[in-house]
């Protein structure tokens, strides 16, 4: 920090009454000469002062900012492993399990130990360390930059992936055609449907399509894990959205907090209508043609408060219904993409037999074949291997899953 220059004395000058007049007004010549000079050291000194506040004022904008930054790519939460000597510290990444030896700041090196949950941003610098309750709020959420499912990735629902494009795509990426037509678009979709046939697939791929952030929130967790805490997680969940915009907010199984009305009045009832009652106020004062999107999917269609199926809340329906034998046979191509897939196998036969099964267990049937081959010391899928799968898995489930008949969605 730079010294204040110091204020200069005001000058003084004795002019004796006495003196003839000219050198009096000599006198006072000389005198307002002084003045003179001090009043431009001092506008001098005021003009430094004047830019030292400026500076000041850029350094604070610039932290500020910095700061800002700093928060908000606080994004990913890792477990610490280890603190190793120089500030260095192990920490493992949460989804990947990634493990990454990182800095961490001076600042907080005391606070951070093995077990403790942190907050690193995309070079993986500690941030924080989390305390018990951004931490729970850290894990309610999935927060993903950008996810890396395209619609290419979903099979046997393209009339859905095209409803949804409409829906939420085009508003987020073309928000004047709405503006030109003057209408608003579609508040919020409700994708509908049984287990396992893509919704969140579908919500993801949007996210991907658009640059989106996505943003996940369970209502079950929303009402199981973090009781007295929903509505306020509801208001941080549009808070986060709008920090991140775009961004798709995905509530998955909404029927946890919107289910019919109960005449029973127990605590955890009103608990959960308090959480409902905040998401409706939240997507009532939203900005539809806003870049925040908003995907909720259920079951339990017939569950629903149809208070939330109001015009300006989740007024687009959208059914996501197990796929058909073509589909199948898509969802199955599309998973054995990357498979080492022997030229027997044929998928349309095993789409005849896999009638009632959905995308996960398509899915699981692929993983289950792959492992049939393994065991037999090979590195090849063949047709066998699918036709063992099948075997074992209706073996192992033949009284649930298979069947989705016991799935309530409309
Ligand atoms: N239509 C599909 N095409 C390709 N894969 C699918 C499809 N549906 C489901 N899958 C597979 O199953 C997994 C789970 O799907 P997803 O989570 O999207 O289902 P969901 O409908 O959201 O299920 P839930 O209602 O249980 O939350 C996906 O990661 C994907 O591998």
């Given at each position: 920090?730079s010294?204040?220059?110091?204020?200069?004395?005001?000058p003084?000058?004795?002019?004796d009454?006495?003196?003839p007049d000219?050198?009096?007004?000599?006198?006072?010549?000389?005198?307002f000469a002084?003045?003179?000079?001090?009043?431009?050291?001092?506008?001098e000194?005021?003009?430094?002062?004047e830019?030292?506040?400026?500076d000041?004022?850029?350094?604070?904008?610039?932290?500020?900012?910095?700061n800002e930054?700093?928060?908000?790519?606080?994004?990913y939460?890792a477990?610490?492993?280890?603190v190793l000597?120089n500030d260095e510290?192990?920490?493992?990444q949460h989804?990947?399990?990634?493990e990454?030896?990182?800095?961490v700041s001076?600042r907080?090196?005391e606070?951070?130990?093995?077990g403790?949950r942190v907050a690193v941003?995309?070079?993986?610098a500690?941030q924080?360390?989390?305390?018990?309750?951004t931490?729970a709020?850290?894990q309610s959420?999935e927060?993903t930059?950008?996810?890396?499912?395209?619609y290419?990735?979903?099979?046997?629902?393209?009339?859905?992936?095209?409803?949804v494009r409409?829906?939420?795509?085009?508003?987020?990426?073309?928000?004047?055609?709405?503006h030109?037509?003057?209408?608003?678009?579609p508040?919020?979709?409700?994708?509908?449907g049984?287990?396992g046939?893509g919704k969140t697939?579908?919500?993801k791929?949007v996210?991907?399509?658009?640059?989106?952030?996505?943003?996940?929130?369970a209502?079950?967790?929303?009402?199981?894990?973090f009781i007295g805490?929903?509505s306020r997680?509801?208001r941080?969940?549009f808070?986060m959205?709008?920090e991140?915009?775009?961004a798709i907010?995905?509530?998955?199984e909404?029927?946890?907090?919107?289910t019919?009305?109960?005449?029973?009045?127990?605590?955890g009832?009103?608990e959960?209508?308090?959480?409902?009652?905040q998401l409706?106020s939240?997507?009532?004062?939203?900005?539809?043609?806003?870049e925040?999107?908003i995907i909720?999917a259920?079951?339990?269609?017939?569950?629903l408060?149809?208070?939330?199926?109001?015009?300006?809340?989740f007024?687009?329906l959208?059914e996501?219904?197990e796929?058909?034998?073509?589909?199948?046979e898509?969802?199955?191509?599309?998973h054995?993409?990357?498979m080492?897939v022997?030229?027997?196998?044929?998928f349309?036969?095993?789409?005849?037999d896999t009638?009632?099964?959905?995308?996960?267990?398509?899915?699981?049937?692929?993983?289950?074949a792959?492992?049939?081959a393994?065991?037999n010391?090979?590195e090849?899928?063949?047709?066998q291997?699918f036709?063992?799968?099948?075997e074992?898995?209706?073996k192992?489930d033949?009284?649930e899953?298979?069947?989705?008949?016991?799935?309530?969605?409309q």
């Amino acid at each position: 920090m730079s010294r204040s220059p110091s204020i200069p004395d005001r000058p003084h000058r004795d002019i004796d009454p006495d003196l003839p007049d000219d050198e009096r007004l000599e006198a006072l010549r000389g005198h307002f000469a002084d003045l003179a000079e001090v009043n431009e050291q001092l506008t001098e000194q005021l003009e430094e002062a004047e830019q030292r506040r400026q500076d000041l004022r850029d350094r604070v904008e610039r932290v500020e900012r910095e700061n800002e930054t700093l928060k908000s790519s606080s994004l990913y939460i890792a477990t610490v492993e280890d603190v190793l000597e120089n500030d260095e510290v192990i920490v493992k990444q949460h989804g990947n399990n990634q493990e990454v030896l990182t800095d961490v700041s001076p600042r907080i090196v005391e606070e951070v130990d093995p077990g403790d949950r942190v907050a690193v941003n995309d070079s993986f610098a500690i941030q924080t360390v989390l305390n018990a309750e951004t931490d729970a709020r850290a894990q309610s959420m999935e927060i993903t930059e950008k996810p890396e499912v395209t619609y290419a990735d979903i099979g046997g629902i393209d009339e859905q992936v095209l409803e949804v494009r409409e829906a939420v795509e085009q508003p987020l990426a073309e928000p004047e055609l709405f503006h030109e037509v003057g209408i608003e678009p579609p508040s919020g979709v409700l994708l509908y449907g049984p287990p396992g046939t893509g919704k969140t697939m579908l919500a993801k791929a949007v996210a991907n399509e658009t640059d989106a952030t996505f943003i996940k929130m369970a209502g079950s967790e929303l009402v199981r894990k973090f009781i007295g805490e929903g509505s306020r997680l509801v208001r941080d969940l549009f808070e986060m959205a709008r920090e991140r915009e775009p961004a798709i907010i995905f509530i998955d199984e909404i029927d946890a907090i919107a289910t019919t009305r109960t005449e029973s009045k127990t605590s955890g009832d009103a608990e959960v209508q308090r959480t409902m009652m905040q998401l409706l106020s939240e997507m009532d004062g939203f900005e539809a043609r806003g870049e925040i999107r908003i995907i909720a999917a259920t079951n339990r269609f017939d569950m629903l408060d149809r208070a939330i199926l109001r015009p300006g809340r989740f007024d687009r329906l959208i059914e996501v219904p197990e796929a058909d034998r073509d589909g199948r046979e898509q969802i199955l191509e599309i998973h054995t993409r990357n498979m080492n897939v022997a030229d027997g196998v044929d998928f349309g036969d095993l789409a005849d037999d896999t009638d009632g099964y959905s995308g996960a267990e398509i899915e699981s049937l692929t993983t289950e074949a792959g492992m049939f081959a393994i065991r037999n010391d090979r590195e090849q899928v063949t047709h066998q291997d699918f036709v063992e799968a099948l075997e074992k898995i209706e073996k192992d489930d033949s009284s649930e899953v298979i069947s989705s008949a016991g799935y309530f969605y409309q």
